[in-house]
């Protein structure tokens, strides 16, 4: 059975500093992985999707990357800003998982002014 | 529509009564999947659908949770006689083709069995 695992559970950081928030899995065979923000009360926002086959995809301030054979993920936030404070979660997809995600608990970020 | 949407946003009810969530998809959409949210057991798998048919139910928890879509497009989740522990955000997520793709989610359903 997959499971996904984030690190740290919260992390508070000062405005304009560089972040990474970690990802496992124990179940190598993913078929994509998904980055996903969730502000409180809301829905889950989507980030960043990489396949199996990517080592990272970027957007805007947002970096991931995937380490498939090791089972890990990292989301890098650069020059963080008191907007980007957030629950990040993870999500992967099995291949064999009529694309159903798997989650980890999420990583609640503060950045503060 | 321009992005998936749910209904009621909040639903408080009493134990045992019938509840139903709602969930429209993006327009075009053929893959949409229904989870839960609570507090102790983070964001769970309940159910996917592809077109009107539900290959996975492999999450709903008990004979008491059933959803159907009709017309490939709008889809019900019902729990019947609901318990204190099916209080959660229900939430909706969508996605082009088999499910593979990206997953796009509405704003979930908060549910309060008191």
């Known amino acids: 059975k997959q499971e996904v695992t984030q690190i740290p559970a919260a992390l508070s950081v000062p405005e304009g500093e560089n972040l990474v928030l970690n990802c496992s899995f124990t179940d190598s065979a993913i078929y994509n992985l998904q980055w996903f923000r969730q502000d409180p009360g809301k829905g889950l926002t989507s980030l960043l999707l990489i396949q199996s086959s990517q080592r990272e995809q970027t957007s805007g301030r947002l970096n991931a990357s995937l380490d498939k054979s090791s089972g890990r993920s990292t989301l890098y936030i650069a020059a963080s800003q008191p907007g980007d404070s957030a629950t990040y979660l993870c999500a992967v997809r099995g291949g064999t998982s009529y694309g159903k995600l798997t989650f980890g608990q999420g990583t609640i970020l503060t950045v503060h002014p | 529509g321009a992005g998936v949407s749910q209904s009621p946003s909040n639903k408080v009810t009493e134990k045992g009564k019938d509840v139903e969530l709602r969930c429209d998809p993006i327009s075009g959409h053929t893959a949409l999947y229904w989870y839960r949210q609570s507090l102790g057991q983070g964001l769970e798998f309940l159910i996917y659908f592809q077109g009107n048919s539900a290959p996975d139910k492999s999450g709903l928890p008990s004979d008491r949770f059933s959803a159907e879509r009709t017309g490939g497009s709008v889809s019900t989740l019902t729990i019947q006689r609901t318990q204190q522990e099916d209080s959660a955000v229900y939430l909706c997520?969508?996605?082009?083709?088999?499910?593979?793709?990206?997953?796009?989610f509405g704003p979930g359903t908060r549910l309060t069995v008191l």
């Open positions: 997520a969508t996605s082009s083709g088999s499910g593979y793709n990206e997953q796009f």
